[in-house]
């Protein structure tokens, strides 16, 4: 008797624990989308955690809306993305998203410095406008809906410059593989030959003294939310002129007038951010691998770089980010030494230096703490951009760097030592991706300054 009432009991705990655990699933019967005028659903249901039909536990049912918000977000397709759950019953809902598309189209007068930052044209370019480079892009950020990208560029100036860029980034049903391709051709009137006490030395003349052109095809591949790799062929050219020789005859790789290549580069990146223009938490993961083919002047590069978003609190983050890049140079030219101070390899504080070498590191900190924010109502575009939020953010940082050179210049003073900054500053975020950095900082040859850094994203 007490071993039959002992198997009716198990039973009925049993059968307890399967019908709590089934009323603690539910099913997406539908996911509707509104506010997509233009952007492909496909596009959209890409970056969502879930798909019509799946079941989730209810508990988990607010952090897949919260990832699925943040996806869209950093599609840099929407303003606004906003992501709810209506119950249909106990065991079922439908999913709503409701988006703000951004501009796609913007004919933009082009106004660019053709130094390496703000803060160099502005101080030691002493805002020459025959420093800037000036003329009109054509972006459409969205061109079939598809989130393909297409520039059309012409550039006057500092660089002449004809562009034309296009990515897709999908072109099969599982939305995995992508195509893109470009072109830009060139010509310079002045060109950077040289270093001196770590800062750029300049040639200008009348005539064109640098031309060139380059075109280039890419291969994408998205396997999940996070991953990418991307793996690129280009060839080109690059000329300089017999005054320009005669200055500095180790200027181009092959140590002569004129150079072709072609070369190969391979991209893996894991990214998970909140936000991809300011992130707060998170973590990434960049390596790219380079080989350049060309006779007598090859040239192969590695570079890692990572970088972790960590909250404090409710409120504060702190960022890390180190950056690692190596070259394996086959002879003793000026183009192929460039290192720090170009493209992702810049310390807050050492904006008017660079640092030329074979391999170089550098290790960033920061502390941020937000200031609040302001809303400011758009009265031009009420209906597609009723109002603009702007975001403050305190920090302060400290920057690390270390660039080896095996010929280090008899008067560099930053080659194979150790690179020291810090600082603090206020950076104001808003729409379209919008970054202002305004930093006060130190280095360690005793330099203060102010210094100003912007992007925005279209």
């Not at 270093?195 to 396997?223: C, E, H």
Request: net charge positive; with cysteine; proline share 3%.
């Amino acid at each position: 008797m007490f071993k039959k009432n002992k198997h009716a009991f198990f039973l009925c705990l049993l059968s307890f624990f399967c019908v709590a655990r089934i009323q603690a699933q539910i099913k997406i019967n539908a996911i509707t989308i509104e506010g997509n005028e233009k952007t492909k659903n496909y596009i959209i249901l890409r970056e969502l955690p879930y798909h019509v039909g799946d079941i989730i536990p209810k508990d988990s049912l607010s952090y897949y809306n919260s990832i699925a918000h943040q996806h869209l977000i950093n599609t840099s397709l929407f303003n606004e993305a906003y992501v709810t759950v209506q119950a249909d019953d106990s065991l079922s809902c439908t999913i709503h998203i409701q988006l703000k598309e951004r501009w796609y189209f913007f004919p933009i007068p082009y106004a660019r410095w053709a130094d390496r930052n703000f803060s160099q044209w502005w101080h030691e370019g002493n805002r020459s406008l025959d420093r800037v480079n000036y003329g009109i892009n054509f972006r459409e950020s969205n061109l079939t809906g598809n989130n393909d990208k297409l520039t059309l560029g012409l550039v006057a100036g500092y660089t002449q410059q004809a562009i034309v860029r296009y990515q897709l980034p999908y072109f099969d049903k599982q939305l995995r593989f992508g195509i893109g391709f470009g072109f830009q051709y060139f010509t310079q009137k002045e060109m950077n030959t040289s270093t001196n006490l770590d800062k750029q030395i300049f040639l200008k003349t009348d005539a064109v003294i640098q031309k060139g052109y380059r075109s280039n095809i890419s291969f994408f591949y998205r396997p999940n939310f996070y991953e990418r790799q991307n793996v690129q062929i280009g060839f080109g050219t690059n000329e300089i002129s017999d005054s320009a020789f005669l200055i500095q005859p180790a200027f181009l790789p092959t140590l002569g007038k004129s150079f072709n290549y072609l070369d190969m580069n391979y991209a893996y990146s894991k990214i998970n951010f909140d936000y991809n223009a300011y992130p707060s938490k998170g973590a990434a993961l960049e390596f790219t691998a380079y080989h350049r083919f060309s006779a007598h002047s090859d040239l192969s590069s590695l570079q890692l770089r990572k970088i972790l978003a960590q909250p404090l609190g409710n409120s504060n983050f702190i960022l890390f980010e180190s950056n690692t890049l190596v070259k394996f140079l086959s002879n003793h030219n000026y183009t192929d030494a460039r290192l720090m101070g170009y493209g992702n390899m810049q310390m807050s504080g050492l904006e008017y230096y660079v640092v030329d070498g074979n391999a170089g590191t550098l290790f960033r900190a920061e502390w941020h703490h937000p200031l609040g924010g302001f809303t400011v109502k758009n009265l031009i575009a009420k209906k597609t951009l009723p109002e603009v939020k702007y975001r403050f953010w305190l920090k302060a940082f400290t920057n690390l760097g270390y660039v080896y050179s095996d010929r280090p210049s008899d008067n560099s003073r930053l080659s194979n030592t150790l690179l020291r900054t810090a600082g603090m500053g206020i950076d104001i975020i808003s729409i379209y991706d919008f970054v202002l950095k305004i930093d006060y900082s130190l280095n360690q040859l005793g330099d203060k300054g102010l210094y100003l850094r912007a992007g925005l994203n279209f």
